[in-house]
Each structure stands twice: as C-alpha cells, then as structure tokens.
C-alpha cells in the first residue's frame, strides 16, 4: 500500500508536523488491523479481561530507515532485546499514536524475513496482557495456535507470545501478546518498553 510505504518515510522527515502526522497515519491503520484481528478474542471473557489497554503497531524498516527513523526522532531508547534475537526496536509515542519501530540486526531472524518478502510495513500488531500464559491457554482453546508452544522472552524483561490472527475478510494479522516485568515488591508491572518477536 503506498500510503503506508509514505508515511514510513516520512518518519524521518526534518519537519516534526510531518512525523507526527505519518506516525498516527500508520498507528490507526495499525490498530484497526489489530483490532479486526482480536475482535473474536474480545467475545470470551475472561480472554477479554486480560487483554490491558490500547495497542503498540510494530513497523518493520530496513537498518538504514531504522538510523533515520532513530536520528529524527531524538534517539529514543533502544529496547534491550535477547542476544538471540535478530531484532532492533524502540519506541515512539504520540499523543494519539504508539509505534514500535523494529529492523533486524543480523539478517536471519523473523523481522529480516518479513522485510524480504513483503518489504517495509506493519509486522505486528502488540498487545499489553496481563498473564501471557493464560492468555496462550485461552487462545488454544478456542483453536488458535501460538508461534511459540510457550511464552518466551521478549524485549527488556517481559514475556511475549505470537498468534496469527485472521480478520472476518481473510487479513492474516501477527499479534504480539506482552506481560509486563514484575517488580520484586507489591507485584505491580513496571513501565517501559516491552518485548521483542520471534
């Protein structure tokens, strides 16, 4: 879709109205995607319950849009993502709009696979739950098979899983489940950057 290829290079434009607007461009296009994916989910209530607050849209770009992207930006914190994946993100937040700017690192990885065979775009679609393992359970119940048989370590801490959901007009959709790090006392999630993909 070319407006998105647009606003993917408009990330990095010099002029701050510009990125601002490409990057609520692409987080509504995004959240709309996600949103017909998970519907479904949304009708089982207890799988309803754990699912906490509005998405992240993961953007894949290649590694030198991501140093673009990265510069214009300010150079947000890169997440700190497992040595054994090939992934590079971080963050960017608008009022209106929440990205995760993602490339690969080595060119092996799901993230490098992804952009060779679709180009730059939206990967995933990422979802804060608050038990990732229930959430894994529930959705196999219901006949949707996770990426990984568990949950595995994602980004900075959390705990992830992946599921390819299907929109009611046939859209495959990546969704990203994330559970925040527990802090040690009161057993309340900790803020930041969440996860990393396959």
Sequence with gaps: MSELRTWIAELAHTEPSVRQRAAEG????????????????????????????????????QPDRFADIH?????????????????????LHTETARLDILTTRTGQGAIARFLEKFGEGIQQVEYLVTDVD???????????????????????????????????????????LVELPRKTLGGTPSAGLHHSRA
């Design 26 to 61: 692409l987080y509504a296009f995004g959240q709309a995607l996600g949103e017909a994916a998970v519907a479904p989910w949304r009708q089982q209530s207890e799988l309803a319950g754990l699912l906490a607050g509005a998405p992240t849209v993961g953007v894949a770009v």
């Design 71 to 91: 510069r214009a930006w300010g150079r947000p914190p890169l997440a700190q993502v497992p040595p054994d994946q090939d992934a590079e993100e971080f963050e």
């Design 134 to 176: 229930r959430a894994t359970q529930l959705l196999s119940s219901l006949g949707i098979r996770a990426i990984h048989p568990e949950p595995r370590a994602g980004a900075n801490q959390t705990r992830v899983n992946f599921f390819l959901a299907t929109t009611s007009e046939g859209r495959k959709v990546l969704i990203e």
